[in-house]
């Protein structure tokens, strides 16, 4: 992976645990997904007039994507209606690349070296760690399948993307795409579980939405790009480092409890960091 590839991936790791602490702190989750969802959709729209139109397979490539960046949404707005930042988004970021690997391992075309297997392993052994707490401090276990849920949905889209994005030749123009399918998923969900009544809402909480969903695209199209011209399993498992910056917003900003064994699985992160860059 080129450094400045490797610069631009830890860049939309901060958007990325922004957004997400965006959605924690609100009230309703699920209300502020949905709005985070529609705004980026909008947003995608407007990109598409920009680029050039997906044709033949790039649309199932698409169709798959939106599907699964709606399931990943549903599953983390749960999550977080049972648990914190710094518990929920490292057990949902964590097993991600952990799932990328094995999965890509069998079908992928890419190379990856033994040492940065290693790294992406220590990355993932540094976020569970982090996870711990859940079942130390007798936090709410609940958030645990739900969290895991929104992992194998992350793994499911950055193998799908990835490869759509390369197939589409064009990064601006999927990731543009997938946004517009993920909201008339998302919104149809949700208007058909939560009636109408979702979507109507102050200003304030739109504005949140429209700054969680700009935020949210910015980061996803970073990393569709660095998928096009990296090791998907290692775009993946670099994103990751969001979690030691979701870390310190949850416990900065948020006021979320720390720990040593936060600090120690930080360090483990960032030891994987390290491996890989070797």
């Known amino acids: 992976m080129e450094f400045y590839v490797f610069l631009a991936v830890l860049f939309a790791a901060v958007l990325h645990a922004s957004w997400n602490a965006v959605i924690r702190g609100g009230g309703d989750r699920f209300q502020g997904m949905l709005l985070l969802t529609l ?20 649309w199932v490539w698409l169709l798959g994507s939106g599907a699964l960046h709606t399931a990943y949404k549903l599953f983390l707005a749960a999550a977080y209606q049972h648990g914190d930042l710094s518990r929920v988004y490292p057990i949902a970021r964590g097993s991600a690349p952990m799932m990328v690997v094995l999965v890509g391992f069998f079908l992928l075309p890419d190379s990856v070296q033994t040492k940065e297997y290693l790294g992406i392993a220590l990355i993932g052994i540094g976020v569970m760690m982090m996870a711990n707490g859940v079942f130390k401090d007798g936090e709410t276990r609940s958030l645990i399948p739900l969290a895991l849920g929104s992992a194998a949905c ?18 601006t123009m999927f990731t543009a795409w997938l946004f517009v399918f ?46 096009t011209v990296a090791p998907i399993a290692l775009v993946a498992a670099v994103r990751e480092t969001s ?36």
Do not use: C, N
């Not at 193998?159 to 990064?171: F, I, P, S, Y």
């Open 243 to 278: 979690v030691l910056f979701a870390v310190i917003i949850g416990v900065v900003v948020l006021k979320e409890k720390t720990s040593v064994g936060k600090i120690i699985a930080a360090l483990v992160i960032v030891a994987g960091i390290v491996v890989i860059r070797l």
């Open 182 to 227: 993920d909201a008339m998923f998302f919104a149809i969900f949700t208007g058909a579980t939560r009636g109408r009544r979702v979507f109507v809402t102050s200003r304030k909480a739109w504005g949140i939405g429209a700054m969680a969903g700009a935020l949210s695209l910015a980061t996803y199209w970073i990393a569709v790009w660095a998928m």
């Open 39 to 58: 705004t980026q959709g909008v947003m995608g729209l407007a990109m598409t007039l920009f680029t050039p139109m997906p044709s033949g397979i790039v």
């Open 154 to 171: 992350t793994a499911g889209y950055s193998l799908v993307d990835g490869m759509g994005a390369r197939v589409a030749g064009h990064a």
